[in-house]
């Protein structure tokens, strides 16, 4: 076989793998959007889900998933980095540090059920706490922080060496280095690694069952004290994100519109994934570019 | 204007320069290999002095010794002294922090930092503790003026320095130390990165700063260490092989070695 035809060979696979990907991908979207965008309207948005009667909402359920989110990253991201930021720059290499290494993957590849099961016996029984918001966060945070360790260490050291070398030669301590010159570098990857940790959060079914639970309380959005038993913003009260609701409705749902409520739920999930990724990306970039003046 | 001799430079060489560091004996290792041997010299205040030797011989990991950039690496340590002001550099005790700021170091490969071209040079500066911006916007004029860059970059300081050519940079780079006021000036190869043009420019810049500074300049390129030096260090294997006045080493070398080496036969 002559090299051009190897060549050729080789560019159709790849290209008929890249084919496989997309429509893959376009077909899941079409599916989801097409069952479900016609079940999104106001009233869906707007409405607290119901037990048993149809025309039941998602309103609850969509605060809880972003509540839940926001927690999580307010947990994972500092600890996630400041793990990235240890093993990149402080830990000297060795075998502690890969076993530190090895520990970092193996739960990064946990399953979340098993992970559900832990948050249930830690974060619901050993505390006391019961069902909460908190609860699930910690969960999450559980089986993102690998992630977040695995990203930002990688993203760390990715920074080329001579402007680290620079800026330490200019007499500046390794601390600000790391604080203006390495992290704001390393920003734009470690920024896609909080966005796939984020996206885990927003669509994790199974490690929520058991810690955040399957149901909401009576909320009261005029109600801001945290401290209140109806007020959304309590992080002690039991919360069902919208991935916990598809799989609870489906499984085990008594209402009539089960199948409209899950698609609906299900079209609304993925928007509000990718609407999110879009922000942070748009954001991100801002941000990006007034650190390194470039335009 | 009256002219008078006394404004005119004394062109008579002191016999003795007063020195700014001195080695003794000083080895450095990488692991178990010996790069450098026990060398010992003594530096000139305000004056240049060239390191030259072929790839390996170890005169980067000497200068790199000299501002403790070889803490950085695994493995590396140092023994012997090199005295800057009576302090021993290599001491535990010395505060690498503070010795950066006295002994600065420009780089082989032009390194600016992702910032605006302004924000490269307060960048130290804002960490030494200058905030004021009129006293900042001062330091930046004064050492792009030095370092020959004023007049191209002026309009756009708040432009990313990654914009600049590599010549540009490297200047930038030259500008960033000199803010910092630095006693010593270590450069790696400043302009082996760089075209001819940029090359001459960084030169003229160097024999500029020789007023003010004391300049260790690592070079493979003889013409360089020729035009621009006041002393000469010849290197090979480790091995401090000779070292003396620019001029000697180069029409009159003592070694074989050094003769065999600049006339091109190795290296």
Redesign the interface.
Same mark, same amino acid.
């Given at each position: 076989m002559s090299s051009k035809t190897s060549d050729r060979i080789a560019t159709g696979i790849f290209v008929t793998i890249a084919v496989i990907i997309i429509s893959l991908l376009i077909g899941l979207f079409y599916f989801i959007l097409v069952n479900g965008v016609k079940q999104i309207s106001i009233d869906f948005l707007t409405k607290p889900s119901s037990n048993l009667l149809a025309g039941g909402g998602i309103r609850d359920q969509i605060f809880n998933s972003f509540y839940v989110l926001i927690i999580t990253m307010i947990i994972t991201v500092p600890l996630g980095l400041g793990g990235g930021i240890y093993m990149a720059e402080y830990a $000297? *290499?060795g075998k502690v540090t890969d076993f530190i290494r090895v520990c970092v993957e193996v739960l990064a590849s946990f399953p979340s059920i098993v992970i559900g099961m832990f948050g249930l016996l830690m974060f619901v029984t050993l505390t006391g706490w019961g069902y909460t918001i908190l609860g699930g966060a910690l969960a999450l945070t559980v089986f993102n922080l690998p992630v977040m360790v695995r990203v930002s260490e990688d993203a760390i050291r990715s920074v *080329?060496r001579?402007?680290k070398?620079?800026?330490?030669?200019?007499?500046? =301590?390794h601390w600000?280095t790391i604080k =203006?010159?390495l992290l *704001?570098?390393a920003f734009p990857s470690i920024l896609t690694g909080a966005i796939l940790a984020a996206g885990r959060v927003f669509g994790e079914a199974a490690a929520l069952l058991f810690t955040a639970g399957l149901s909401t309380p009576r909320l009261d959005y005029s109600d801001w004290n945290p401290f209140s038993s109806t007020s959304p913003l309590n992080i002690f009260r039991p919360a069902e994100t919208l991935a916990v609701h598809i799989w609870s409705v489906n499984t085990q749902g008594l209402i009539p519109d089960v199948k409209e409520v899950a698609n609906g739920s299900a079209a609304v999930l993925v928007i509000s994934v990718l609407i999110f990724n879009l922000l942070a990306r748009g954001i991100g970039s801002l941000v990006h570019k007034k650190? =390194?003046?470039? $335009? | 204007m009256a002219v008078s001799t006394k404004d005119k430079p004394v062109s008579v060489q002191p016999i003795q320069k007063e020195q700014i560091l001195k080695v003794n004996n000083l080895e450095i290792f990488y692991g178990e290999k010996r790069a450098v041997n026990g060398i010992s010299m003594d530096i000139d205040k305000k004056g240049i002095t060239a390191l030259i030797g072929p790839s390996g011989c170890g005169k980067s990991t000497f200068l790199r010794s000299i501002?403790r950039?070889n803490d950085?690496i695994?493995g590396a340590r140092a023994e012997g002294e090199i005295l800057y002001e009576d302090v021993n550099l290599l001491s535990k005790d010395v505060n690498v922090? !503070?010795? &950066? /700021?006295?002994i600065?170091?420009v +780089?082989q /490969?032009p390194?600016? +930092?992702? /910032? %605006?071209i302004y924000?490269n040079i307060t @960048? !130290?500066l804002k960490? %030494?503790g200058i905030r004021k911006k009129s006293k900042l916007d001062e330091i930046v004029e004064e050492s792009l003026r030095k370092a020959a860059l004023w007049d191209e970059v002026k309009d756009r300081l @708040? /432009?990313? !320095?990654?914009?600049l050519s590599g010549g540009q940079q490297q200047r930038l780079?030259i500008a &960033?130390?000199i803010a910092?006021k630095p006693a010593v000036m270590l450069l790696d190869e400043p302009s082996s990165a760089l075209d001819p043009i940029s090359n001459a420019k960084v030169e003229e810049l160097i024999l500029e700063l020789k007023k003010d500074y004391s300049i260790i300049i690592v070079t493979h390129n003889m013409q360089q260490a020729s035009r621009i030096s006041d002393k000469t260090a010849f290197f090979l294997s480790g091995d401090l092989i000779e070292y003396d006045i620019t001029e000697n080493v180069f029409t009159n070398p003592s070694e074989k070695k050094t003769e065999e080496y600049i006339s091109g036969r190795f290296g």
């Open positions: $000297k *290499p *080329p001579d402007i070398e620079a800026s330490l030669g200019l007499g500046i =301590t600000h =203006t010159i *704001p570098s650190m =390194t003046a470039s $335009k | 501002n950039m950085l695994p922090v !503070a010795l &950066r /700021k006295e600065g170091m +780089f /490969k390194n600016p +930092f992702p /910032k %605006s924000n @960048h !130290a960490f %030494s @708040h /432009k990313s !320095a990654l914009s780079c &960033r130390t910092m």
